[in-house]
């Protein structure tokens, strides 16, 4: 009887130190590390045929609701694949509510949108497209477009055997396409890989800071330099909500269709973030840590465009982050650090070696409409 009760004792703390022990490893902050080649999903595998269709697609606003928005149009080869607008453009007689982020290694994240809502570009492509602030698009619409490019038609045959263009097929070429989008030969990546001068005295001062008293690494860690867990930072508001008459029905819009309650959709001025994913009092006002990757060309940062250089994004995280309306959630991550000018410089160098060359690409003539066979 002794035995089996030691028996039964020995499963029950195993299991205990499993489940505990799991999130503790997670916990772990992931070293720094050179960026390698991303993963290609089993059932999408990639083929040049499709990944040329899904760079057609990808910039081919037949995919929107009136045929007038791209993916392209806010995700700009020249803008950093993003929009350099605080808040990202939307669909005709819309505006979008948040800043639009890079295309730029999204094959690496688990976590789509600024409160992961996607959890792989498959599934991040039609939230945009038919997003009433994005796209705007329409299942059957969209096909019944690309059944009349010949072009298309011939090639969703050819890549996914379809009889006529599948709304969904288009999703699949298009993730195919951004997962060539990889900026992985930066002076960091360098460095990481051995090259001891692929970063200057200066960079290499800024490298220290970030792991050590600027405590970055705390949250942007791992190979993609973010740990894609959720944080409040105290980030202001976006303050054209409130002198753009068009951004403040965007946002009462998003409040009343996400469910908030009356209290809070006629009351609260700040974004809630990732409360509207989980109805979750703490979660109000976090966002997902984004990668530190091709910083160099994605200016506004933060989830609404707050901040235009690396200069005032360092000072905001030296001054112990902002405040927002929901700073009982601020993380407690957050204090000043207390950098000197030289320091911060340092800093700012160091984040600069996360990009390389840009990223360049000529929009590609899109194929015509046509008589059907």
């Keep these: 009887m002794k035995i089996m009760k030691k028996i039964a004792f020995v499963l029950i703390v195993g299991l205990v130190i499993l489940s505990y022990g799991t999130s503790a490893m997670a916990d772990k902050n992931a070293p720094l590390a050179a960026l390698g080649k991303p993963s290609i999903p ?3 595998p990639q083929s040049a045929a499709k990944i040329e269709l899904g760079k057609l697609l990808f910039f081919d606003p037949r995919i929107g609701g009136d045929a007038s928005v791209s993916c392209a149009d806010c995700h700009m080869p020249s803008q950093g694949w993003g929009f350099n607008d605080p808040i990202s453009r939307g669909y005709p007689g819309a505006i979008h509510w948040r800043n639009s982020q890079t295309v730029v290694n999204s094959a690496y994240l688990g976590k789509l949108f600024w409160t992961g809502s996607a959890k792989s570009l ?18 059957d619409m969209i096909e019944a477009r690309l059944a009349f ?3 298309y038609v011939k090639a969703f045959r050819e890549v996914f055997g379809d009889r006529w263009p599948r709304v969904n097929n288009v999703w699949r070429a298009m993730a195919s396409f951004e997962r060539t989008l990889i900026h992985n030969n930066t002076p960091f990546d360098k460095h990481m890989r051995g090259d001891k001068k692929a970063l200057s005295a200066q960079q290499k001062r800024g490298l220290k800071l970030f792991q050590g008293k600027a405590n970055c690494i705390e949250c942007h860690n791992g190979a993609q330099l973010t740990d894609q867990k ?5 980030v202001p508001r976006a303050e054209e909500w409130l002198t753009r008459g068009l951004a403040q029905v965007t946002f009462r819009y998003q ?3 996400k469910g908030t309650t009356e209290k809070m959709y006629r009351k609260v001025k700040d974004d809630a973030g990732l409360y509207y994913r989980t109805k979750e009092n703490a979660d109000k006002g976090k966002f997902r840590t984004p990668p530190l990757r091709y910083l160099a060309y994605t200016a506004p940062y933060m989830h609404n465009g707050t ?5 005032e994004l360092v000072d905001f995280y030296n001054d112990g982050g902002g405040k927002n309306e929901f700073a009982a959630n601020k993380t407690k991550l957050l ?9 911060k410089e340092d800093l700012v160098a160091f984040l600069e070696s996360l990009s390389g060359p840009e990223i360049k690409m000529a929009t590609p003539k899109l194929p015509p409409y046509a008589p059907l066979d």
Excluded: C, H, M, T
């Design 335 to 343: 204090k000043p650090l207390k950098l000197s000018d030289e320091e």
């Design 230 to 234: 959720y944080y409040n930072l105290g």
């Design 42 to 44: 089993a059932d999408n």
């Design 307 to 311: 901040f235009f250089d690396l200069e």
């Design 255 to 257: 409040q009343y269709g």
């Design 149 to 151: 490019i010949p072009v």
């Design 122 to 139: 498959e599934n991040q492509a039609p939230s945009a497209a038919l997003g009433a602030l994005s796209g705007n698009g329409e299942r």
